[in-house]
Structures are given as structure tokens and as C-alpha cells.
């Protein structure tokens, strides 16, 4: 089961680009590695996904170098409306039950200011 | 509808009560799971339904805890005796391929907030 660490809390700005870094130094051969934002009072929702490399979508941007003992989530341009709390996961294919293995971290609380 | 669907949105209940929190996954979706989030951290996993099948239940914390798929759709989360320790967000996520698959991410409800008094 591979941990992840994250940063507790970052600040920044409107307008200013954000990079969150993940540690999980004992990444499996098939483990992939997935974000999640999370507002208050609402369920965690998927923002991007990867392997290795650089994967990019309208949302973000996921960074991995490759040893892929971590991982960076960069959010362009960030609003106010992006204040929420980041997770990291880390895990693979599960093809006989183990459910548990999609393990949240504590997350990042991120604050955007004007 | 398009999302996971959970209810009660809130539930309150005084201590020893039985609870019953329902989860309607999005139509398909093979994997689903519960987690239990307490006030400033993360989810923690507490079961995990493949269809019908509970092949995990290794986060369940009491046997008092116990969660059903019977048609492999709708599942019923249920919390006996409750204690004040019980008090938390439940959530349901669904998926539609088997856990950690590629492009098959967890969607999540909203939750439903128990309070224990």
C-alpha cells in the first residue's frame, strides 16, 4: 500500500499558478496516481490522472517524474473559486477485492486570496 | 440522475438509535464504496461492494456497522446503537470498473452528515 505525503496547507493568490507536490516513495510497478478536489459540505471529485510523465486536461496539469516516487498538481491560473482541499491517491488495478487500497490521505488545504 | 446519490443529507439521532443511510449509485457502475469522514480529515475507507459482492469490509470499526447491495445498485449503509463517536460524513462513491482501474475514477456523493447526541 503505498503512502502518500502532502503539504498540510498552501496559500496563494488569483491569478497565480499552484503546484501541490505528492511524496509516495513506494509506488507499485501498476499503481496509477489520481487527484481529487474536495469543497466543504461536498463529496471529493476527480480532477486529473496519470502514470508517468506529463498528463494535462482542462483542469490541471499532473507532473511525474520518472522514478514516480512523486508527483506535482499544477492549477494555472487559480481563482478563488479553487479554495478547497487536494488528495492524492495512489493505487492499481485491485482484481480481487481490496477495496481499501484507494486510501486518502489528509489532503491539502489550499486558500486562495485576492 | 447523472451523479451518486446519497440520503439523508443530514441525519441526526440521539445515541443508541439505529441508522440507515442509503447511497444510489450512478446506473452501471460495478465498484462501489463507502467512507467515513470526520471534521478536517481525509475519507477513510469502510467497505467496498464489486455488484453485490462485499469483498472488503475491512474498514467497517464495529460490528455494529453494516452495509448491503443487494441488487448490486442501491446500497444501505446501517449503523446500530449509534454512539456520539459515530458522528461523521458518510460517504458513497461509485466506479464504473474494479478499483484502481485506468480511467475509471470514484464519483462521489455529497455525503450525509450524522450527528450523534
Redesign the interface.
Known sequence: LAKTTQPISMDSYEGQEVNITCSHNNIATN??I?W?QQFP??????II?G?KTKVTNEVASLFIPADRKSSTLSLPRVSLSDTA?Y?CLV?????????????????TQLKVEL | GAG?SQSPRYKVAKRGQDVALRCDPISGHV?L?W?QQALG?????L??F?NEAQ??K??LPSDRFFAERPEGSVSTLKIQRTQQEDSAVY?C?SSLD??????S???????TRLTVT
Request: aromatic share 18%; hydrophobic share 30%; no cysteine.
Open positions: 499503481d496509477y489520481t481529487y459540505s461536498q463529496g471529493p471529485r476527480f490522472q502514470y482541499v488528495y493505487g492499481g488495478l485491485i482484481l480481487t477485492g481490496g477495496g481499501n487500497k484507494l486510501t486518502f490521505g489528509t489532503g | 451518486v465498484s464504496f467512507y480529515q481525509g475519507p477513510e475507507f467497505t467496498y464489486q469483498l472488503d475491512s474498514g460517504l462513491a474494479l478499483p484502481g482501474a485506468l480511467d475514477p470514484l464519483h462521489f456523493g455529497n455525503g
